[in-house]
């Protein structure tokens, strides 16, 4: 403080009678500023220039296209690779990524990020007032799923629609109420998914062309679907019913698979014995015949010595058998034998079982 106060004397004791300064001492040195010269500004303003053309240059990404605005209004499209436009603010360049698959979920948010920034695994939260939808059959069940798209044209993404991601989360929930209302919750729970994926994802695309946002659909996925909460119990008891109706229904098919082809072969089998046996019987039958008419031709050529004959042939057929109890007799003393028939010896049949 003291240094100021004496710096403060001195000057006011260089001016006549320590007065502050006038306007005309101002007006001096204002004149002494317009007569200063920047040094070197010939040189200046050529690079400023340079460098004004030089910010007109710019890069295209191989996954980007460049989408160059004239006054603010679209102009043209630039491909990969370096390319030029008039600097700013004549023109200026957007360069949006037209192969990056983007993600919008539906019915639950993951946890920590936003509704359409890229995915990240972990826990996530419901979102009910998206999730819940009516069916066809007037049930309510809950859909979670998830859209992938990418940008196929670029000018009507970034002039088109004011916010095509937005646009984009309404199509996809209106187009889900749709299919799933025009549907069953059976569909929805078990087995027509892929069928509603499909359907909701061409819904989505038509809605998105309509109103040109320059977004192409890729797939539609849903990731989980339930009943409310309040009835889930009921509808784990209808699975379980289901799963034991499919089950039963399964063992019964095997079985069928098993007893079938053991039944038709064992009947087959059957029927091939039973038309053999048939053949056989068929074939000495007629054999049996052929040779009978055969010896009875031959016996109405010579009676006697056919009779002959057989009756040797016989004899011999029966004197030969190893098993047969022979014994041998004269014709006198077969006249004074008297037959005997061992009735104690012979196999006696079963007597009947009394009717009960």
Do not use: C
């Not at 003291?2 to 001096?28: C, H």
Request: glycine share 6%.
């Amino acid at each position: 403080m003291n240094w100021d106060w004496e710096k403060l004397q001195k000057q006011q004791q260089g001016r006549p009678g320590g007065k502050p300064p006038s306007f005309d001492d101002f007006q001096q040195q204002f004149d002494k500023l317009k007569k200063f010269k920047l040094p070197g500004w010939k040189l200046v303003l050529p690079i400023i220039v340079l460098l004004w053309i030089a910010s007109g240059f710019y890069i295209v990404e191989p996954d980007e296209v460049g989408v160059v605005k004239q006054f603010g209004q679209y102009n043209r499209i630039t491909t990969a690779g370096p390319n030029y436009h008039i600097p700013y603010p004549v023109e200026s360049v957007l360069t949006p990524k037209v192969t990056q698959i983007r993600r919008v979920e539906f019915g639950f948010r993951s946890v920590g990020r936003p509704l359409t920034q890229a995915f990240q695994q972990g826990a996530s939260r419901e979102v009910k007032e998206e999730s819940l939808m009516l069916t066809g059959d007037e049930n309510i069940v809950s859909v979670q799923f998830i859209v992938q798209y990418m940008i196929k044209d670029a000018k009507n993404y970034l002039f088109n629609v004011n916010d095509p991601e937005q646009t984009l989360a309404h199509a996809g929930e209106a187009a889900m109420r749709e299919v799933i209302g025009n549907g069953r919750i059976d569909d929805a729970l078990t087995t027509g998914k892929q069928e509603i994926q499909v359907q909701t994802r061409d819904l989505m695309q038509r809605i998105l062309d309509s109103y040109n946002t320059g977004l192409s659909v890729v797939a539609v996925q849903m990731q989980n679907v339930h009943p409310p909460d309040e009835v889930i119990e009921a509808f784990k008891d209808v699975a379980s019913a289901r799963e034991d109706k499919s089950r039963f229904i399964n063992e019964a098919e095997a079985y069928q698979r098993d007893v079938l082809p053991k039944a038709r072969g064992e009947a087959a089998h059957i029927i091939n014995i039973a038309r053999a046996y048939k053949e056989t019987k068929v074939r000495k039958a007629e054999g049996d015949a052929a040779r009978f008419l055969s010896v009875l031709t031959e016996y109405n050529k010579a009676k006697d010595i056919t009779r002959e004959r057989l009756y040797l042939e016989t004899m011999e057929e029966i004197l030969s058998n190893p098993d047969a109890e022979k014994l041998i007799m004269s014709r006198d003393a077969l006249r004074q034998s008297v037959p005997y028939l061992p009735l104690d010896k012979l196999p006696r049949q079963p007597e009947p079982k009394p009717a009960q």
